[in-house]
C-alpha cells in the first residue's frame, strides 16, 4: 500500500491527495508525526505500528513532519516560570527524532515521493549549485557587520534581506509575525546596529514577473505570478493581497531553462519541490531558491495543473508496479 508522512494539524494539501486516492480506490494508509509517538513498538531489533507492518508498505509520501509546537502542548501543564521546560522541550524533540529516524531507515527500501532528506537544503548551497549549472542568480552577501552591508549597497542599489533557512513564524498573544523576504530602506537601515546576527542580503532584482514552478516525476509545472504592480506584493508575493489578489497563469519555459532546472534538482537529488526564479525586465531569468516539500496547491488551481491528482495518480502507479 501507499504509506503517507504527514502531521495533524492544518495539512490540507494531505487531504487532497487522500480524497483522489479515495477516488480511485487506492490502498493508503497516513501516519502523522504524532503517531509515531503514540503507536510505534520497537523490540529486539524489529518495528512495526499498530496498525500495519511495514511489510506492506511499497510506496511513502512524506509531506510533513510533526507540528512544530507539539511537544509545547503536550506539556501545558508545566507552569510557565518552571525553569526547566525549555530543556524538557529540547529533550523531547531529540527523543522524537531518534524514533523517526529509526523509523524511516526501515523504510529505506521503498519508493519515496519526496524524503525527509531531502526537506532541508541548504538555501547558499542551493545557489551554488544553481551557478554551476549555468542559472543566473541574484548577488548575495551574508554578513554580521552593517559597513560590509553599506559597502554591498554601494555596489549593486537596493537591496533585499531574506532568513538564511526556511520562512519561520512567531506568535504572540495579538498576531503572527513572519520572516519573509523585506526591502532595506534608508530607514530600516538607520535601526541596523554595527554588529547583527549573520544575516543573508542580497540585490533587489527589477521583474517582469516572479515564476513559482512545482516539479514532480520529471516534469516542471510553472506558473508566472504577476505580483510587481501590487506595492504589497512587489519585493514578495507572499505578502499576499487578499482583496486583489495577483495574476497567476499557466507559463511555458525556454528549454534551455528548463534543462538547466532538471540538471540542478537531479544535482539536489529531489524528486520533487517548488522553485522560485524571476523573470526581469530584460527578459532575464533569475533563480531565486527551492523549496523541497513546497506548497503545490498553490501552483495547481490557478493553471488547472491538477497535481493532486497527478500526484496520487503518481503513488498508485508505483505502488501498482511494486505490486507485479
Not at 23 to 41: C, F, K, S
Not at 122 to 143: H, M, Q, R
Not at 146 to 168: A, R, Y
Not at 287 to 299: A, C, K, R, S
Amino acid at each position: 500500500m501507499i504509506l503517507i508522512l504527514s502531521k495533524a494539524e492544518s495539512e490540507y494539501s494531505t487531504e487532497d491527495i487522500m480524497d483522489w486516492l479515495e477516488h480511485y480506490d487506492a490502498p493508503y494508509i497516513r501516519v502523522n508525526g504524532e503517531d509515531v509517538l503514540e503507536n510505534i513498538n520497537y523490540k529486539d531489533g524489529s518495528l512495526s505500528f499498530k496498525n500495519f507492518s511495514l511489510e506492506q508498505i511499497n510506496v511513502c509520501w512524506f509531506r510533513r513532519s510533526i507540528s512544530e509546537n507539539y511537544f509545547d502542548e503536550t506539556i501545558v501543564g508545566i507552569e510557565s516560570n518552571y525553569d526547566n521546560k525549555a530543556e524538557i522541550l529540547k529533550y523531547l524533540g531529540r527523543e522524537y527524532k531518534t524514533l523517526q529516524q529509526l523509523f524511516i531507515k526501515k523504510l529505506q527500501s521503498k519508493k519515496w515521493l519526496s524524503h525527509p532528506k531531502e526537506a532541508n537544503v541548504n538555501k547558499l548551497n542551493v545557489l551554488e549549485v544553481a551557478k554551476e549549472v549555468g542559472l543566473n542568480i541574484p548577488k548575495t552577501l551574508v554578513t554580521t557587520e552593517k559597513k560590509e552591508l553599506l559597502e554591498f549597497i554601494s555596489k549593486v542599489g537596493d537591496v533585499i534581506s531574506k532568513p538564511l533557512g526556511e520562512t519561520s513564524f512567531f506568535r504572540d498573544k495579538k498576531q503572527i509575525h513572519s520572516l519573509k523576504t523585506c526591502l532595506i530602506t534608508k530607514e530600516s537601515l538607520k535601526d541596523i546596529p554595527n554588529s547583527f546576527f549573520p544575516t543573508l542580503f542580497q540585490e533587489q532584482i527589477n521583474k517582469s514577473f516572479e515564476l513559482r514552478i512545482f516539479y514532480m516525476d520529471n516534469t516542471f509545472y510553472p506558473m508566472a505570478i504577476f505580483s510587481q504592480n501590487d506595492e504589497k506584493t512587489k519585493v514578495d508575493f507572499r505578502n499576499y493581497n487578499l482583496d486583489r489578489p495577483n495574476r497567476k497563469t499557466p507559463y511555458l519555459l525556454e528549454q534551455d531553462i528548463e534543462n538547466a532546472l532538471h540538471i540542478l534538482v537531479n544535482k539536489l537529488g529531489l524528486t520533487s519541490g517548488s522553485l522560485d526564479l524571476i523573470k526581469t525586465l530584460d527578459n532575464q531569468y533569475v533563480f531565486l531558491e527551492v523549496n523541497p516539500i513546497g506548497q503545490f496547491g498553490m501552483t495547481s488551481s490557478p493553471c488547472n495543473y491538477f497535481l493532486e491528482e497527478k500526484i496520487a495518480q503518481y503513488l498508485i502507479q508505483q505502488n501498482e508496479e511494486r505490486n507485479l
